[in-house]
């Protein structure tokens, strides 16, 4: 596709499932970004891929999230026994490669509601 | 580790009135600096960066912002500010070490008033 594309774009599940959010970047961009937007808090980074290298996850909240990117495309972010903290708006972004002045290209983003 | 820091998280402008919109960057090396707006109903779309170079930059919709190294502030401006402005504007710090990863402030909301 043209763009980042995220889905799915709403989901609601109870508190303690388990929830799956998908990210599909734009094709041939090597770094892979995922971000939690909550009221008031701006933009939290969570995890960052870039190409074969190991994932920087040093923003992943806790051990009940993680993330992974398969054939270094498809990112899929997993959030184990979902708490009502964790409703917000998961943002996935792409950039082409390793040059950091580039600018991210985001999707809509998945908004997450936990009960 | 790179911080960002907006530290107003609402301003109310009049239309036509000027825009000052604040971020300090905290980073020991030369950082790549942006800013970002998301519009309502609208994913993020970058409006300028600087990453060298003239340390006053332009960007889309009238936007300039300038790089002041000696106050670590990248702030954000516009001359004649209009209804369509109003948006949450982030401002964004990446570097080449420390990880590659973009870091974004808490926003500032911008309201417009007629």
């Known amino acids: 596709g043209a763009g980042v594309s995220q889905s799915p774009s709403n989901k609601v599940t109870e508190k303690g499932k388990d929830v799956e959010l998908r990210c599909d970047p734009i094709s041939g961009h090597t770094a892979l970004y995922w971000y939690r937007q909550s009221l008031g808090q701006g933009l939290e980074f969570l995890i960052y891929?870039?190409?074969?290298?190991?994932?920087?996850k040093s923003g992943l909240p806790s051990d009940r999230f993680s993330a992974e990117r398969t054939g270094g495309s498809v990112s899929t972010l997993t959030i184990q026994r979902t708490q009502q903290e964790d409703s917000a708006v998961y943002l996935c972004?792409?950039?082409?490669?390793?040059?950091?002045?580039?600018?991210?290209?985001f999707g809509s983003g998945t908004q997450l509601s936990v009960l | 580790a790179q911080s960002v820091t907006q530290p107003d998280i609402h301003i109310t402008v009049s239309e036509g009135a000027s825009l000052e919109l604040r971020c300090n960057y905290s980073?020991?090396?030369?950082?790549?600096l942006f800013w970002y707006v998301q519009s309502p109903g609208q994913g993020l779309q970058l409006l300028l960066k600087y990453f060298s170079g003239d340390t006053l930059v332009q960007g889309i919709k009238g936007f300039e912002a300038e790089f002041k190294r000696s106050q670590s502030s990248f702030n954000l401006r516009k001359p004649s500010v209009h209804w369509s402005d109003a948006a949450e504007y982030f401002c964004?710090?990446?570097?080449?070490?420390?990880?590659?990863?973009?870091?974004f402030g808490a926003g500032t909301r911008l309201f417009v008033k007629a």
């Open positions: 972004a792409s950039r082409t490669g390793t040059a950091t002045n580039e600018k991210l290209f």
């Open positions: 964004a710090v990446a570097a080449d070490t420390g990880g590659f990863k973009t870091i």
């Open positions: 891929f870039q190409g074969n290298s190991a994932p920087d």
């Open positions: 980073y020991g090396a030369t950082p790549y």
